[in-house]
């Protein structure tokens, strides 16, 4: 079985990278094999709970409250209100909840306190609760593991070469601070990135530097492909090729095998044949539902329909990690 590495070299990955395409696809299915069960797919859903009006720049995201979009900014959800998709989201099939606001930061204030009541109550329906929520400090991120949280996405986006072409106001260390406050917490870590935006193919390959040769490698690792939205600075971004997709998904596989890779954004644009062969170079997720944050995702009579033409069956929750206890009940509201 593949050993478990994070002493990867930057020439090692672009080599794996820039491999003929079916080897890479053949290798990164061999990987998969020896460590998952190809048969399964983990479905995801993933909500906006805060919509709109963030501070920041990132100039793929139409929730900067800087940038003319169609969206509109929303204030925090209710608890209720986000116990009702969850249910709805596992009635459907999904064993993953993510909760995303559209947060800088978290603050310590009412909001964060809803947000701890809404981890607390995902996590009794038996859901891997994952939040993305913007930069966290150390006490935040244990209180979110002792409400209940499973995992926390915050992304890389993109190499730390490319990362100031995209984000100016916040660096690239603040995310891996951020990553390594959830992991000394016991949450598991979520972090991938997004092509597409202009950067290069060694850009691709810094960014899985960087996850493959964190002290333990993220348990999961999201590939996104640019959705171009109107009013955004990549609004004119072209479309990257599902090709690309297929070795960026295949090399995160090969030099983190154990990590579930996520085929995220952009999958609505790929037809059964294309996410066959993302399924087949390793990619063990998807997100469900017919919006991931923003923007378009296929529906949910598409992706059954995936799953009965390639004969998946959806993943357990808690497969390869207990359920997190609560150790402490929040006071209602």
Not at 205 to 223: C, I, K
């Amino acid at each position: 079985m593949t050993s478990l590495r994070t002493d990867w070299t930057r020439a090692e990955i672009a080599e794996i990278y820039n491999s003929p395409v079916l080897d890479l696809i053949y290798r990164a299915a061999t990987v998969h094999r020896q460590h998952h069960d190809p048969q399964e797919v983990q479905v995801c859903t993933l909500l906006s709970v805060k919509t709109g009006g963030c501070p920041e720049d990132c100039a793929y995201c139409p929730q900067a409250a800087r940038y003319h979009t169609a969206v509109k900014v929303h204030k925090l959800m209710e608890v209720e209100e986000v116990l009702t998709a969850a249910q709805h989201a596992k009635d459907t099939g999904s064993t993953r909840f993510c909760m995303g606001a559209a947060w800088r930061e978290v603050r310590d204030n009412r909001d964060f306190d809803k947000v701890l009541d809404m981890v607390q109550g995902v996590n009794e329906m038996g859901l891997e609760v994952c939040c993305t929520l913007g930069m966290l400090t150390e006490s935040q991120a244990q209180k979110l593991r002792d409400a209940g949280l499973y995992a926390y996405n915050h992304n890389l986006d993109t190499s730390e070469e490319f990362y100031g072409d995209i984000i100016s106001t916040r660096t690239y260390d603040d995310r891996l601070d951020t990553l390594g406050h959830a992991r000394k917490a016991g949450i598991s870590v979520c972090s991938g990135g997004i092509i597409g935006m202009g950067e290069s193919h060694q850009d691709r390959v810094g960014m899985l530097h960087t996850l493959a040769t964190l002290p333990q490698h993220p348990e999961s690792v999201p590939v996104n492909a640019l959705v171009p939205v109107e009013g955004t600075p990549l609004e004119d971004q072209p479309r990257v090729s599902v090709w690309e997709m297929i070795r960026m998904i295949a090399t995160a596989r090969i030099i983190m095998p154990k990590a579930m890779v996520r085929l995220s954004a952009g999958r609505v644009r790929m037809n059964t044949e294309e996410q066959a062969l993302c399924f087949l170079a390793g990619a063990n997720s998807i997100f469900a539902g017919d919006k991931l944050l923003t923007t378009p995702n296929p529906d949910e009579d598409a992706d059954q329909q995936l799953f009965q033409t390639l004969n998946i069956r959806p993943r357990k929750a808690f497969k390869d990690k207990n359920q997190p206890a609560v150790v402490f009940e929040q006071i209602p509201l």
